[in-house]
């Protein structure tokens, strides 16, 4: 990014270099982890003391010292460079590229780690709430994103940082726009989190009809062993040398997306396919091992089949004629806790063994049908309430970056309301 054009700014606003900004002494200080190849040693950290802040401990424009590692305050003593102290600005360069907050501490200083530069700002020209906004702006972000694009490491490194272009303008006016946009931004924070709520309670709510479903004994309604009423079995084993682009469907765990096929990535394999893991309309797949715990168990029916397909040893068909009804229980919690121990719902693999002994309520065939039709339109529901919240709070991000935008073009007016809906 070239220097920001003047017609951008007001006629009172000044634009400096970091390094510009350091020479007339508008930033005190700008230093990042680099102790001068003194670093602790990962047996030196105690449980309290010192903190060790890195680039994970920036969280929501705060730094969360439950993240952070400790030194014992001898060991700390020794470190000179590389150490903030109370209202620096901290900006995660390293490892994860952008998080900004301002340190508030009681402490005398804390210790950061390579991840992490501070900027001391000399509040008679700079005040750190300007700078930490200024920070998470397009005209600052656009300037590391182009340095790290021509980057083999993804960090914005300290002498790059220096030559990056700043806007200062006059302390009132600094004053004006944190007091703007904090004001602002917590009416967004707080839409957010209504947005996020309702999003959390229509899962909720839809996790509470699967339970009431698949656990109840109404109507004396009985209970089954999955065992009893389906047949389960893993896919085919191949090699590489076996794939080929004339050969049949391998279907994997990336071939279930949002519990529907996928078929952006396929594989094929030129091998004689034994009959029993030829897919079939109405077949439940479920992905039964992964490197990845939370995409164990997720699952899709086959359906609108257009050619053979089979599926890969990772993966597990489910045959049975009540796979309708149970197609919604396998994405239940109850499910995931029975194959997991009850202990939580994450697991590394599911077994043949596993499935053996999951336990079911089992209702008359016709009530099976009326639970499904209920849960399909109770679903399609929760999906558009899903799609109006998660849409919501992308807008109300976007909504974020425009009154960025516009504080640092100079277009923000003290009487102009910015109002944002719940």
């Given amino acids: 990014m070239g220097r920001i054009q003047d017609s951008k700014l007001l006629n009172n606003w000044k634009i400096f270099t970091l390094q510009e900004m350091l020479d007339n002494g508008i930033i005190l200080s700008h230093l990042d982890g680099n102790h001068g190849g003194l670093y602790p040693n990962k047996d030196e950290f105690v449980e309290s003391g010192v903190p060790y802040i890195s680039a994970n401990c920036i969280v929501d424009g705060e730094v969360d010292f439950s993240k952070s590692k400790y030194l014992s305050e001898k060991r700390a003593s020794a470190f000179s460079k590389g150490v903030a102290k109370h209202e620096d600005v901290l900006f995660a360069h390293n490892a994860t590229v952008g998080p900004v907050a301002i340190l508030r501490t009681d402490l005398d200083f804390v210790i950061l780690s390579t991840t992490v530069t501070y900027y001391r700002c000399n509040k008679d020209y700079l005040l750190p709430n300007y700078l930490r906004l200024y920070l998470i702006s397009d005209f600052f972000v656009n300037q590391y994103t182009e340095v790290m694009k021509q980057a083999t490491r993804n960090q914005v490194p300290i002498t790059k940082q220096r030559t990056f272009f700043h806007l200062i303008p006059p302390l009132a006016e600094q004053q004006c726009i944190v007091s703007i946009l904090d004001e602002a931004f917590a009416a967004i924070a707080s839409a957010k989190a209504n947005a996020e709520q309702n999003l959390k309670n229509a899962k909720e709510l839809f996790d509470v009809y699967l339970h009431r479903y698949y656990t109840s004994k109404e109507n004396g309604w009985g209970e089954k062993k999955l065992k009893e009423i389906a047949e389960y079995f893993n896919g085919l084993t191949y090699s590489p040398d076996d794939v080929s682009e004339q050969g049949i469907i391998v279907l994997r765990s990336s071939n279930v997306q949002n519990d529907q ?92 063994y596993m499935l053996d002994d999951v336990v079911l309520s089992f209702p008359p065939i016709d009530i099976q049908d009326e639970i499904v039709q209920k849960l399909d339109a109770l679903s399609t529901e929760t999906k558009r309430l899903e799609a109006i919240y998660q849409q919501k709070i992308a807008d109300l991000e976007e909504l974020k970056k425009s009154i960025l935008q516009k504080a640092f073009n100079g277009e923000l007016k003290i009487s102009e309301p910015l109002l944002v809906a719940d």
């Fill in 261 to 352: 096929l996928d078929f952006d990535d396929i594989v094929r394999v030129d091998l004689k396919v034994k009959d029993k893991i030829i897919v079939k309309e109405g077949d439940i797949l479920m992905c039964s091992r992964n490197g990845s715990k939370r995409l164990v168990g997720k699952t899709a029916t086959i359906k609108d089949l257009e050619e053979e397909m089979t599926f890969g040893a990772f993966m597990m068909i489910i045959r049975s004629e009540y796979n309708p009804y149970l197609s919604w229980f396998f994405k239940s919690t109850d499910f995931r806790k029975q194959i997991s121990g009850g202990e939580n719902t994450m697991i590394n693999q599911i077994t043949r």
